[in-house]
């Protein structure tokens, strides 16, 4: 798609903008800086009286822009960057430390309060979705539109391993809050996300498979056909012959709730809890284990990328034909992005599945395209 | 061409077990034949009429195909936002009709006509100017920008005109009155063929026809094609690159525009979110018959509606209604797996 040069009569905002953007340039480094700190405490301090909170989260982001960039802690084995690591030890320490201080600030200007507990536990959730996609869409560049089924399979998962829904069984494994005689199956939430993970990780090879050959926007629509294949079968999937896999669009009620079982509760002097829906304040519960989920997401996400195979994702995004002919082989890689891909999309509703009490694939047609955000926030991160 | 004729005769060294897949088509191809043969030898009347009832809603698929197609062909984008934009045509004809000439469940021929006239024409110049306007505001800047860039515009255009929707639509589905006459035109073996559905086919046609004339006779039609080609090319033959790509824009939206007022007459029931399916299903339908090739739209349409209307509405072991989405978007993934040049394309670098 290439349009020549030059668009009729309309003024030219680029060159107005890179203009003033050369003359800012121009003016002495102490000059530059002087001016944005002015500018920056004025935002504060306009902020101050009536937004304390935000003000406080501006200067603190502020103060982290004015840590020079070449700043390093020298240790014997290598240099620690310390913008690259306050940065995010600074918003994981907030976000921690947001549910003891959510009541006690004012609103945030424009928007209105600051977000309730739950609706933070579902910021967490989404953010794992957005690290998925990204290593299939930004590592990778294989525009995968139908993501919103791995999160899918990942809630039925969970559901299929931890409710009644399979009453003729009576497995218990690790489960918490179920009675003894309870039918179906039950099994640990922590076992539950690792299962969850493998089981969409295979889907998403099943997924890729067929979808090798393709490329750029073939691939999207593909993925999207899945992607509005996948909820019918589990919207449908309350008689596949006969057979109730997904009680159809009542959805799969009640889930197990998780928690770390009385051993664990009792080891740790009462601090990992017994059952989260036993708890008073049960929402920072669930909000801490999706930031601890979400870290470790976004530390694997990253080592993935400096990895060889996250190398070889790039490059395969760069120019697939160069990369195949440096060796780097096609399927696998390519099957690997999918399968990592997958796998935080389901731990992540494996863990709001938890929290909801309930799986159902929702039958309001908007939740269709939620991928479109998920992809919006996967390319705007890069 | 005879890059793909060398292709075929080396030995697929990359992609093995091809001969199993043409296989694996073929079985599937030959087992829902069967299974419309068995249809049609069980109820020979019921098998005729949903094979009129699917010929028509294939064409009205066909005229939204056809504008992804024209897009395509033209740009290699999936113009995402176009079911939407046939949805803002079902919703300004639906206004027009019924709020402006005030149409009910009968009216006199003499009003009827001249009403549907206008608002055919209201609808399809409203959504050829928005589908132009989209095409200016967002994928026009991104011209150097990575092909995956334009497409996720798309999709973002395609989620505003779908909220502009549901602000001037509700959430709920609006039931749009029976304009056109629901009498039987005739009868096959207790099965109606009605006016409406005859109307809403036979409109396509001249449609159809004006289109095939403008892209394969006309000089702006032979610009398009040559911009379609090889738009450098083109460009240095004197062909206004950029205009050329708005004029295409311009029809591939009054297609959208005509169709919305032919669904909204076929179906009597108009909702925001029906961009969304039909364009996928109109996309599928381009697809199958090959992307950027006009009569291949079309013929896919056709199929595709029969398809659907089939899976609806035969009686031995037939999914049902619950299975439609399922089974358009199994074949959009089986054809783009197994034949991804569609049935009359040609094969193009993304899909081999």
């Known amino acids: 798609m290439t349009y020549p040069k030059g668009t009729g009569g309309a003024p030219d905002l680029r060159a107005i903008w890179r203009q003033q953007r050369e003359r800012w340039q121009k003016l002495p480094e102490q000059t530059r800086q002087r001016v944005t700190l002015a500018i920056q405490a004025a935002i504060v301090i306009a902020f101050l009286p009536l937004w304390w909170g935000f003000a406080t989260l501006l200067a603190i982001f502020f103060a982290l822009y004015w840590i020079p960039r070449d700043l390093a802690i020298s240790t014997p084995w290598r240099r620690i960057p310390i913008r690259a690591t306050v940065t995010p030890l600074v918003a994981l320490t907030l976000a921690i430390i947001y549910p003891f201080v959510r009541d006690g600030i004012d609103t945030l200007p424009g928007v209105g309060p600051w977000p309730q507990m739950d609706t933070a536990v579902i910021m967490t959730v989404y953010a794992m979705m957005a690290v998925g996609l990204n290593i299939v869409v930004g590592y990778a560049g294989l525009l995968d539109l139908g993501y919103v089924a791995f999160y899918a399979v990942g809630a039925y998962t969970a559901a299929w391993f931890a409710s009644v829904q399979f009453a003729k069984r009576n497995i218990h494994f690790g489960d918490v809050g179920v009675g003894v005689g309870v039918p179906g199956i039950h099994i640990s939430i922590w076992i539950l996300i690792l299962l969850a993970g493998i089981v969409t990780a295979f889907i998403g090879v099943v997924i890729g498979l067929p979808t090798l050959r393709l490329r750029g926007d073939y691939l999207a629509i593909v993925t999207l056909g899945f992607g509005e294949i996948l909820p019918q079968v589990a919207r449908n999937g309350d008689n596949l012959g006969g057979f109730n896999l997904t009680n159809g669009p009542n959805g799969i009620t009640p889930i197990d709730p998780p928690g770390f079982g009385k051993t664990l509760h009792g080891a740790t002097g009462g601090f990992l809890p017994d059952n989260y829906l036993a708890l008073a304040n049960r929402n920072n519960a669930y909000f801490w284990t999706g930031l601890v989920l979400l870290a470790i997401t976004v530390f694997a996400s990253i080592r993935l990328r400096d990895s060889r195979l996250g190398r070889a994702w790039i490059a395969l995004r760069e120019d697939e034909v160069a990369a195949a002919s440096m060796g780097i082989p096609l399927v696998r890689t390519k099957l690997l992005a999918y399968a990592t891909g997958a796998a935080p999309a389901p731990s992540s509703r494996a863990s709001r599945a938890r929290r909801s009490r309930t799986t159902s694939r929702s039958t309001s047609p908007r939740s269709s395209s939620r991928w479109s955000s998920w992809a919006g926030w996967a390319t705007s991160g890069g | ?352």
């Open chain 2, 1 to 352: 061409m005879t890059a793909s004729a060398t292709t075929e005769t080396l030995p697929a060294k990359g992609l093995p077990r091809i001969g199993v897949m043409s296989a694996i088509g073929l079985l599937l191809v030959a087992l829902v034949l069967v299974w419309l043969g068995v249809n049609l030898a069980k109820e020979p009347a019921a098998f005729a009429s949903v094979f009129l009832d699917g010929l028509t809603l294939g064409l009205v698929y066909g005229l939204i195909a056809l504008g992804y197609s024209l897009v395509y062909g033209i740009l290699e984008l999936i113009n995402f936002a176009h079911g939407d934009i046939f949805m803002l045509g079902s919703w300004i004809s639906f206004t027009i009709m019924a709020r402006r000439f005030h149409l009910g469940d009968t009216n006199s021929v003499g009003k009827l006509i001249p009403a549907l006239l206008v608002t055919m024409l209201a609808a399809m110049l409203f959504c050829a100017l928005l589908n132009t306007a989209t095409e200016r505001v967002a994928y026009r800047p991104l011209s150097g920008a990575p092909r995956l860039a334009p497409l996720i515009t798309a999709i973002g255009m395609s989620f505003i005109f779908q909220n502009v929707g549901l602000n001037r639509l509700g959430p709920a589905p609006v039931s749009v009155p029976n304009v056109l006459s629901h009498n039987a035109v005739f009868t096959i073996g207790g099965h109606e063929y009605r006016w409406y559905q005859l109307i809403v086919g036979l409109t396509t046609l001249p449609v159809l026809a004006g289109l095939m004339y403008l892209v394969q006779r006309t000089r702006q039609g032979k610009a398009m094609r040559a911009t379609a080609q090889d738009q450098d090319a083109a460009a240095m033959m004197g062909i206004n690159v950029n205009r050329t790509i708005s004029f295409t824009f311009f029809i591939a939206g009054s297609l959208a525009g005509a169709a919305g007022l032919l669904y909204a007459l076929y179906t009597t029931n108009i909702q925001y979110d029906q961009g969304f399916t039909l364009g996928l299903i109109a996309f599928t339908a381009a697809v199958l018959g090959g992307i950027g090739n006009l009569p291949g739209a079309v013929l896919g349409a056709v199929l595709i509606g029969m398809i659907q209307q089939f899976n609806e509405g035969l009686s031995w072991h037939s999914p049902g209604s619950d299975w439609t989405q399922s089974i358009v978007f199994s074949i959009l993934i089986l054809i783009l797996v197994f034949r991804p040049e569609g049935l009359l394309g040609e094969r193009t670098p993304e899909g081999a």
